[in-house]
């Protein structure tokens, strides 16, 4: 979904939520540098502490990074659903990430009114092959 | 696969691997209970630093035990495949985990010469109704 | 979810809903043996048409009895819910299928309100081994 | 992966890998309309056969189309190799089909020297809102 209506959320609120509510990722370091509207791009920094056996960034890390983005993308389509949760996520992890920061970049497949269905891809900053790709689904929390 | 054989790691070998080999394991404290031929049970204690909105425990860190847990497993039929990669990774969120540690079980469905597939069960302690499902491939490193 | 309660649909009715609404399925000759409140096990005929290159049985006619085995179970918990659809299906095939009727155990992991998981296994006639391993979602139609 | 390379396969070539090897695929009139280097685009002819309750097209044809596309895909870049496999798929409903006929448009994601992971979208045809989306993953038989 392509769609140029403006974001409904900024990238200093979604900061604001993930300082006040999401220590994982905080501690991570995981920083939105774009949000549109069923959209986002995500950078988690390189750090020796993600590195697992083989000098490969732990998948752990790879999975935070893309639920974190897909809550990003979310709530550039919806605002501050913060109660909105993962109901299914499916990974494929395909090439082993470089050194180097990873970047995220998520959009929504499908938008309902119940469900939302995203797409991840990651790669390894300054290489355009995909590290690994995610499709998830979020479930949206009832308005109130 | 449930296996009379012995498990090829014992629960001191496996928590060496993760506080030299997986530093996000590691400060989440998973703790493997048990290890039996291509099984294991992990305990991940309760924190207060793994909730996000909602009083859940965050999905990251349930992916993160269920990953570690499969690891688990996987050498508990091979021994220390430390470069043994996850390939793909499917979870179903299912319930709010309470505010208690989650312990996973996992169990081999399939052992083959280069992918593993595994199968892995996440509750609250206390409560036999699972919080999350998931099922995952490990690719096995080929043996030097 | 192991349940004592009675089946909400007997064998003759679900073959009822197969004749009259499934025609794929009952042109592979799919046959519920078994359904229990929540349970399903379904038979599929070996037939020549089924063979796919390398003398295996093709994944879309493995892929259609798992979603009808799902079918039947959540059929067996809540009686003919026809309108029910599948939202997500992931499945890993894990070994070669003999040249025999295929089996599939399915049951429901966690049933909601509105979703229902299901798990299910697949093997060969006369040995117990999965040829393949499932997990998926079904939407639940809201009661009228 | 977008590629320039020509496709390894010819449109002829692969009608014929289907009209002798997949009669299930044969008998659905699944007809490849594009094949490039890794990727394809595949029509399902609408019957009244795929229908199913809700009069929506039943999910294991969408199914059985989204693994002959990736089939076909994998086959644009590699040739006729007919012993390649699915190891794993998954697949996301997303929407009602029309009853009409449902086009499936698939790429490689990446293409390893042992696996192959592919994502391929379904639209009713008319209507370019997916109603499927899946990824999966071909295992490549080793060279001989």
């Known amino acids: 979904m392509t769609d140029t ?3 409904a959320i900024t990238l200093e609120e979604f900061a604001d939520v993930t300082r006040t509510g999401l220590p994982m990722a905080y501690r991570l370091g995981l920083r939105a540098e774009a949000i549109g ?20 960034i732990s998948g752990p890390a790879l999975m935070s990074l893309t639920d974190y983005t897909m809550y990003a993308a979310l ?7 913060e109660l909105a949760v993962t109901t299914n996520l499916n990974i494929n ?3 082993k990430p470089a050194a180097r920061d990873v970047l995220a970049e998520c959009r929504i497949i499908k938008l309902g009114r119940t469900l939302c269905v995203l797409d991840v891809t990651l790669t390894s900053e300054g290489d355009d092959r995909p590290v690994a790709h995610a499709t998830g689904t979020y479930a949206i929390p009832p308005k109130t």
């Open 75 to 81: 709530m550039g389509a919806l605002g501050r659903v």
């Open 37 to 56: 509207y069923g959209t986002a791009t995500v950078r988690m920094p390189f750090d020796e502490t993600l590195v697992r056996p083989g000098g490969t």
């Open 93 to 95: 992890f395909l090439r």
């Open 5 to 7: 209506r403006p974001p």
